[in-house]
Structures are given as structure tokens and as C-alpha cells.
């Protein structure tokens, strides 16, 4: 009996063992083509190495990476977003933060619409950043760049605010006009007319 439990117990083991070598392989593949910027072919060994180990911290941080190169944003996060929900490591951690504040501030710069959300989210993962590593200059300088940006958008939205309040302001005095107009044509008061010049 003994015998068999150790047999099933070596046989598991080996299974993990082979499996755990072949995501390490598809990841070094996958960090080659990555470093010859084949961002493509990295992308699909990353996500190979994923189907051999779907919480494999490294192969969701490089697939990250990978999609990022690629510009797409919110795949990246998404990626950038599970790692940070499933190490400790502080190291992982600010890079992870780091990588998702990149991804969502090049989504505010490039769609307008998701500016609202993207760029308050990416302030808040370079701060997460510097909890974790606060000497990290890179995470220091995003952080001071995306408040710049948003504190452009709220002076922009402001006077875009303040543009639309005068044309309200200028229509309802056009009405007003409108209206004393008409009440005096009403009252059988005829506008003046121009006189001929003699």
C-alpha cells in the first residue's frame, strides 16, 4: 500500500515538475521575442505559459508588458490588475503598480472619453507604486505628470464651464429681448423707423 501512495505521490510530482518546465520555457521564449520587439510572438508564449500555469505571477506581469508594447491598454490592465491582486512581494508589487499607472495614463491620453476614470486610476497606482518602492523616480515623475494633466483637464473643464454659462447668459438676454419686443409691438407701439436723410 505504501508502495502504491509513493508511486502516485512520484508520479505527481514528476507531472508538476515537467509542467512547471515547460511555462518556464514558454516564458523565456517569450521574454526573447519580447527583447528583440516582437511583442506579438511574446504575447503568445506568455499566454502559452498561462495555460500551463494560469496564476504564474511572471507570465501575467510579461504578458502585461507584452500587450502594453502593443498599445493595448486595457488588456495591460487587466494583466497588471491580477498581478497586483496576487503576490506579496513588495518589488512585484511596485512594479506591477508602476506598469498599471503607464497603461491607464496612456488610455486618458489617447481616448478622451475614458479620461474621466483612467486618469485619477493611474495618480492613485503610481501612489500605490510609492508605497511600495518610495524611491522610485520613474513612478515620482509619472505621478507628477499625470497630476499636471488633470489639473489641466479641471482648469479646461472649467473654462469650458464658464464659456457655456455666458452663452446661457447671452441667449436669456436675447430672449428678454425678444420678449420686451413683442410686448411692445402689442401695445400698438410701432418701432421707430429711419428717416430719409434730406
Not at 12 to 35: D, H, P
Not at 61 to 78: C, D, F, R, T, V
Request: charged share 25%.
Amino acid at each position: 500500500m505504501k508502495q502504491i501512495i509513493l508511486g502516485i505521490l512520484l508520479s505527481f510530482c514528476t507531472v508538476l515538475l515537467v509542467s512547471g518546465q515547460q511555462e518556464n520555457k514558454m516564458i523565456r521564449e517569450g521574454n526573447r521575442a519580447y527583447e528583440e520587439g516582437a511583442f506579438q510572438e511574446a504575447e503568445i508564449d506568455y499566454r502559452k505559459s498561462l495555460q500551463k500555469n494560469s496564476g504564474s505571477i511572471p507570465g501575467r506581469y510579461n504578458l502585461g508588458n507584452s500587450l502594453y508594447q502593443q498599445k493595448n491598454w486595457q488588456e495591460a490592465i487587466l494583466e497588471f490588475d491580477s498581478v497586483k491582486n496576487t503576490t506579496v512581494d513588495d518589488a512585484v508589487l511596485s512594479d506591477a503598480y508602476y506598469n498599471l499607472g503607464n497603461s491607464l495614463l496612456k488610455m486618458a491620453m489617447d481616448t478622451s472619453n475614458t479620461i474621466q476614470e483612467a486618469l485619477p486610476a493611474s495618480i492613485e497606482a503610481y501612489k500605490n507604486a510609492l508605497r511600495k518602492n518610495p524611491t522610485d523616480t520613474a513612478a515620482k515623475y509619472n505621478l507628477a505628470y499625470a497630476m499636471n494633466l488633470m489639473q489641466q483637464q479641471e482648469q479646461e473643464q472649467q473654462q469650458e464651464q464658464e464659456q457655456q454659462q455666458e452663452q446661457e447668459q447671452e441667449q436669456q438676454q436675447q430672449q428678454e429681448q425678444e420678449q420686451e419686443q413683442g410686448q411692445e409691438q402689442e401695445k400698438g407701439e410701432e418701432p421707430q423707423r429711419a428717416q430719409p436723410c434730406a
